[in-house]
């Protein structure tokens, strides 16, 4: 017989346990109010008695004497070759471009022909890819409308009627100024003669498809016999298309720039370009050699006096003349010169 008994969890004091749990809870809450509300409690805490040593450094001492800098100041580099003086301003209304040194290093181009392809009504001609033959056609016009200067010095023709641009390098310059001439097509390169005030040095690299690969080294020092040294070397060669066209394009030039005096200046000059054209053309190597000597004379007022001889290929030639500013636009070649080609 079963019958409905007392409920056991509805007393919580009789749990096991349950009862002493809330006893000792309540005892618990009732000191700590007592304890908060009585501050005699608080003050019995013992205060910090550690001290902190006061500073016994004294104020205003005297600031160390320095010892006197013995160390030699470096020398001054050697001042720039006097360029010659820039008639017309660059623009499109004056027909006058111009690439400066950080401009040259942004290009995308990498050849002479490539840059100077970019100007409008130049259409440029090659006999294949890097290393072959390369002219331009100046606005419609024939041969001989190229005229390429280096440093105030024209580089002829040695095959036909127009540079060779295979034979030229950009590695070295400083600047390059084309000037829009009646009926030519005039291009002045400067080449580099120092970069800064300490040495330096500047290595581009690359490689693309059909097996091209392009080296360029340039190297600057402003401090060399009393003067300053350039070393330069460019080669750009590939393999042409379906790899039948092998062809490369190499250039090296020692430049050495020393002032004589308050205004006179030295410049010496050795240099070399070749193209390698396989066996599409006939010879299969073209190759020019320069060298120069120019000095250069600043009597004031705007005016820059040039005088020395040069030679290429075992030829030989000097000359001299007085520039003006405003006459050319950066060198002397149409005022006066002499020059021979001993081929």
């Known amino acids: 017989m079963t019958g409905a008994g ?16 809330v006893l000792v809870g309540c005892l618990g809450a009732v000191a700590a109010l007592a304890l908060a509300g009585n501050p005699e409690v ?3 805490v013992r205060p910090d008695t ?25 020398a001054p580099p050697a001042p720039l070759f006097p360029p010659f003086p820039a008639a017309l301003p660059t623009g499109w209304a004056t027909g006058v471009w111009e690439w400066d040194r950080e401009a040259l290093l942004g290009s995308r181009a990498l050849t002479l022909l490539e840059l100077l392809s970019q100007i409008p009504g130049v259409i440029p001609v090659r006999g ?26 024209e580089l002829p023709p040695r095959e036909g009627g127009s540079p060779d641009l295979s034979q030229i390098g950009l590695g070295g310059l400083e600047r390059v100024r084309v000037v829009r001439g009646v009926g030519e097509l005039r291009v002045e390169l400067t080449p580099l003669t120092r970069e800064g005030d300490a040495p330096f040095s500047l290595v581009e690299a690359g490689t693309g498809d059909l097996n091209t690969n392009l080296f360029r080294g340039t190297f600057a020092h402003p401090r060399v016999l009393g003067g ?3 070393l330069t070397g460019d080669r750009l ?25 308050e205004s006179w200046s030295l410049a010496a000059e050795m240099g070399s370009g070749s193209a390698d054209r396989g066996s599409l053309f ?3 190597r073209a190759t020019r050699r320069e060298s120069r000597v120019q000095f250069r004379w600043e009597p ?13 290929r075992g030829g030989r030639g000097g000359g001299g003349c007085l520039h003006a500013a405003g006459a050319v636009a950066g060198g002397c070649g149409p005022v006066c010169g002499v020059g021979a080609d001993g081929g």
Do not use: C, K, N
């Not at 007392?6 to 749990?21: N, Q, S």
């Not at 890097?130 to 100046?138: C, E, N, T, W």
């Open 6 to 21: 007392p409920d056991r969890r509805a007393d919580p004091a009789r749990r096991p346990g349950g009862g002493p749990r």
């Open 42 to 44: 608080w003050a019995q």
């Open 50 to 74: 550690l001290r902190t040593r006061p500073d016994t450094l004294p104020e205003g001492l005297p600031t160390e004497e320095r010892e006197a800098d013995t160390s030699v100041a470096p």
């Open 128 to 153: 294949g890819d890097y290393g072959m033959p390369a002219s331009l056609v100046v606005h419609g016009t024939g041969g001989g409308r190229l005229r390429i200067f280096r440093d105030g010095v």
């Open 228 to 230: 300053a040294l350039v």
């Open 237 to 261: 060669d590939t393999q042409g298309p379906l790899g039948r066209e092998p062809g490369a394009m190499t250039s090296g030039w020692v430049r050495f720039v020393r002032p004589l005096g």
């Open 282 to 284: 006939s010879p299969r």
């Open 300 to 312: 004031g007022g705007g005016l820059v006096g040039v005088g020395g001889g040069s030679g290429a």
